[in-house]
Nanobody, 128 residues
Framework: QVQLVESGGGLVQAGGSARLSCAASGSTSNKIAMGWFRQAPGQERLFVAA????????YYTDSVEGRFTISRDNAEDTVFLQMNTLKPEDTAVYYC?????????????????????WGQGTQVTVSS
C-alpha cells in the first residue's frame, strides 16, 4: 500500500489560486500513476486530474481543463495540483490518489473504484 500525505488547501477568493501537494511513500511510488479527485458534501467523489508515472501524459475533467495543472517531481515522490481561476463550484475536499496497477493514468477518468491508495483529503473552499 502506497501512503499519500496531502498538504495545501484552505480558503481562497474566487479568481484566486491554490497549490496542493501530495507526498508519496513506498518503493514503487515513482513509477505509478497518480492524480486527484474531489468530493463535495453529499456528492460523489469525482475525477479531477491524473498524470502518468513519467509525467509525459496528463488528463483532466472538462470543468477544470485550462485552469488546473497537474505535475509531479519523481525525485521528491511528490505530485502537485496548481489550481488557478478558482470558482465557488471548485469547493470540495480534494483527495490525492494512486493507481498501482497501471502506470499511464488513463483509467483515472473512469472513477474512484480503481484507486488503490488515497490521501487523507484537504479542504478547498472558494468564496464568492
Amino acid at each position: 500500500q502506497v501512503q499519500l500525505v496531502e498538504s495545501g488547501g484552505g480558503l481562497v477568493q474566487a479568481g484566486g489560486s491554490a497549490r496542493l501537494s501530495c507526498a508519496a511513500s513506498g518503493s514503487t511510488s515513482n513509477k505509478i500513476a497518480m492524480g486527484w479527485f474531489r468530493q463535495a458534501p453529499g456528492q460523489e467523489r469525482l475525477f479531477v486530474a491524473a498524470i502518468s508515472w513519467s509525467g509525459s501524459f496528463t488528463y483532466y475533467t472538462d470543468s477544470v481543463e485550462g485552469r488546473f495543472t497537474i505535475s509531479r517531481d519523481n525525485a521528491e515522490d511528490t505530485v502537485f495540483l496548481q489550481m488557478n481561476t478558482l470558482k465557488p463550484e471548485d469547493t470540495a475536499v480534494y483527495y490525492c490518489a494512486a493507481d498501482t496497477e497501471d502506470p499511464s493514468g488513463y483509467y483515472f477518468r473512469r472513477g474512484p473504484a480503481r484507486i488503490t491508495s488515497w490521501g487523507q483529503g484537504t479542504q478547498v473552499t472558494v468564496s464568492s
